[in-house]
């Protein structure tokens, strides 16, 4: 069984209301529940039945809307916590020329038009990093490559506070980043 992750410490941030937030915690939780019935439901089908291979194919949409959302709330704190001088910052500089570059990239991307994700991943193989867009929960990852940094572009991340303004929200989550928790990942 997965248990729901307390992010409350998030609320209170800036530019993120607790209603906001409270409602995206709550969507969260939905997808903890709905890993756990799937993972209940799929010991109890027949292999090869159309019941077995449909929950197995949600499976993956629900069990990554779970551990998206874990590494979203995980990567944001109340002030931010800024870049160090350590391997990401070098990676960064080595794949994109500087910070200031991949951030254009990744703010930019949060810009894409629809749903979905940004993902700043590494590829353990090559040691590179990407800046990955995935537009459902279970669809576009980069086989083998580890999210460092997740920023959900979802409407429900920012419709409340910001409306249709999404490059607010972009901005307002930069501003929030967690750097120690995303370069742990590395």
């Known amino acids: 069984m997965y248990t729901a992750k307390d992010f409350s410490s998030l609320l209170g941030i800036p530019g993120f209301s607790d209603t906001l937030l409270n409602n995206h915690f709550t969507l969260y939780q939905g997808y903890v529940t709905n890993t756990n019935k799937l993972a209940d439901l799929m010991k ?9 291979n449909e929950l197995h ?7 990554n ?3 998206l959302h874990e590494l979203y709330f995980g990567n944001m704190v109340k002030g931010g916590v800024q870049l160090s001088d350590r ?26 038009r629809g749903i979905g994700w940004v ?6 193989s090559t040691g590179k990093l ?5 537009n459902e929960h279970d ?8 999210p460092l940094l997740v920023m959900d572009v979802f409407e429900h991340a920012f419709m409340i506070d910001y409306g249709l303004k999404r490059a607010d929200y972009v901005n307002a989550f930069m501003s929030y980043i967690d750097w120690h928790n995303v370069e742990e990942r590395l």
């Not at 194919?57 to 069990?63: D, L, N, S, T, V």
């Not at 990407?130 to 995935?134: E, K, R, S, T």
Request: hydrophobic share 40%; charged share 25%; aromatic share 14%.
């Open 44 to 52: 109890t089908c027949e292999p090869g039945s159309p019941e077995f």
């Open 57 to 63: 194919r949600r499976f993956g949409w629900e069990w």
């Open 65 to 67: 809307g779970m551990r």
């Open 87 to 112: 391997t990401l910052k070098k990676k960064i500089e080595e794949c994109w020329g500087s910070v200031e570059n991949w951030q254009k990239e990744f703010v930019g991307m949060g810009m894409i």
């Open 119 to 124: 993902i700043l991943a590494h590829d353990k």
């Open 130 to 134: 990407f800046n990955v867009w995935i």
């Open 139 to 146: 669809t576009g990852h980069l086989a083998g490559a580890t």
